[in-house]
């Protein structure tokens, strides 16, 4: 079973919206976990404090290094091999490429920030890697680690139906996805593209590759440097 486990000041956000649909399903078919861990647990005194002023001075709060390694030490057995992803504005960008490869593994320890930021030590002495989901910030790590979750657990096994094993979406081969259409034939006097409708599986192939292409070049540019598929589709 492929296994998530999240470090918390916030555990009952947890499943949330991970409870419902897709995600929701499959946890209660048992192909993947959720565990919960509150750090406030392992906070210091009577209030339990997990937060102090930043050395050096300036504004808000830092999540103590004690504090957050006494909690992952408590909630981990030393032979946890699973990547310990610390949910941050200032980690590497979350790509379709590393949810695709962490679906492959055991599962996930996510470490959700709050305050201004961790202690860098605690990053450092427990192999805590920094990932972000977007150029944005958000008020703290729980929606983030949400969304990993979520890309992640679709792609396992058993979740997805066979139409969505992935393969032809948004960022597999680097594109973003052609567009879709439906019934009715005409809506509000937009038709659906003819070729479409002609049955011609390689026309069909060539004008989606071609949309995709299309719309990747005004929407993202920069996805464009790292496409490595041709443009034409393939002969015979
Ligand atoms: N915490 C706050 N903002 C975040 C972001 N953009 N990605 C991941 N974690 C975050």
Known sequence: MWRATIFTLFPEMFPGPL?????GDAL????WSLEAQDIRAHGLGRHRAVDDTPAGGGAGMVLRADVLAASLDAGLTPEDKRPRLLMSPRGKPLTQARVRELSQGDGIVLICGRFEGVDERVIEARGLEEVSIGDYVLSGGELAAMVTIDAIVRLLPGVMGKEASGAE???EGGLLEYPHYTRPREFEGRAIPDILLSGDHAK???WRKAEALKLTKTRRPDLLRDVKTEVAPKKG
Do not use: D, Y
């Open 204 to 206: 069909i192939a060539a």
């Open 19 to 23: 409870g419902l649909s897709l995600a």
């Open 28 to 31: 209660v078919r048992g192909v």
């Open 169 to 171: 979406e948004s960022f």
